[in-house]
């Protein structure tokens, strides 16, 4: 049973201490501007070039195929049943939105990457670069046209304009950029990087984590509730760091999935949510208010809920 604590421990305590030096520095030693830009930096440089590099040193066999199609399939589902439920009981058109886009939009790239890497090694980190991959093009196509359905005005773009600006969003997309251009590099066997590049990659690569957990720290706050945000938090945070990861993990269980496959679907269902719906939410006139609360409850509920699944996961031997 120690055994299986300390590994828990050891992969979710780091998470959780540099999350909270950014929290600490923020405003102190660093000014606020400073994790701002820093965003910036991971969304549209540090971040691509690392799924770059983990989708070019993928090796990812047939035998694999299983595993992705469960993942694309659970990804799918936790955005369809909220989609189909949440307009009956939520009749706010921005808290609709921003309530189902908190239940299934995940930090994945940010903390479930270096999570699957830590626990599984370099298994773990190909197999989790394929998700992400998945999970990006659904994240950002039904994030846009959620957003554009549940409009506090009202208004929807015409469904030929829609169709538009979600298939430029998904092909700008920095992440998906960078996923897609390693794909040559993983399919093509000669294919290879020159030494130069692929140590530049690897530096610019290497900052992402530190830098991406230092922010998601210093951005974590709550602000004054109203008008039922609150109870509404608490419900997506249920969904996200409870419900799906404990229905997805299971259902995997009695499809036959163990060790690394088993391990790195939990971790792609039990982390929490984006901080991306915050930005986008305040972008596109959702109830950012919400999403940023629903960002706070799930991230440090997670940071149990995972601590425990992994617990017992590895206590029963499944991992």
Do not use: H
């Amino acid at each position: 049973m120690l055994d299986s604590f300390l590994y828990s421990m050891n992969a979710v305590l780091p998470i959780c201490l540099i999350m909270l030096i950014g929290r600490l520095i923020r405003g102190r030693i660093v000014p606020q501007e400073f994790f701002e830009l820093c965003d910036k930096l991971v969304f549209r440089i540090t971040l691509p070039l690392l799924l770059f590099q983990s989708v070019v040193e993928s090796e990812v066999s047939a035998s694999d195929s299983g595993l992705f199609l469960f993942a694309f399939a659970a990804i799918a589902l936790s955005i369809a049943l909220p989609w189909l439920i949440v307009p009956f009981f939520v009749k706010d058109n921005a808290k609709r939105g921003a309530l189902i886009q908190g239940m299934f939009r995940s930090n994945a790239a940010i903390l479930g990457l270096p999570l699957a890497e830590l626990l599984f090694g370099e298994e773990g980190r190909a197999k989790f670069s394929i998700f992400i991959s998945i999970t990006l093009i659904l994240f950002n196509v039904f994030s846009v046209i959620l957003l554009t359905v549940y409009s506090p005005e009202k208004k929807r773009a015409g469904g030929i304009k829609t169709a538009a600006e979600v298939t430029k969003g998904v092909i700008t997309n920095p992440l998906v950029i960078g996923t897609l251009a390693g794909l040559p590099f993983m399919l093509i066997e000669p294919l290879e990087l020159p030494k130069f590049a692929a140590v530049t990659v690897d530096y610019l690569a290497g900052v992402t984590t530190p830098l991406a957990l230092l922010s998601l720290g210093a951005s974590v706050a709550f602000t004054k509730d109203d008008s039922g945000r609150l109870s509404l938090a608490v419900i997506a945070t249920a969904v996200k760091s409870v419900v799906f990861p404990a229905a997805a993990t299971v259902c995997a269980y009695f499809l036959g999935f163990r060790g690394a496959d088993i391990g790195t679907l939990f971790i792609l269902c039990a982390v929490p949510s984006a901080v991306v719906s915050y930005v986008m939410g305040k972008n596109m006139k959702s109830d950012y208010v919400l999403s940023g609360q629903i960002v706070v409850m799930t991230t440090v509920t997670s940071l149990f809920t995972m601590f425990a699944g992994l617990f017992i996961m590895k206590q029963t031997g499944i991992i």
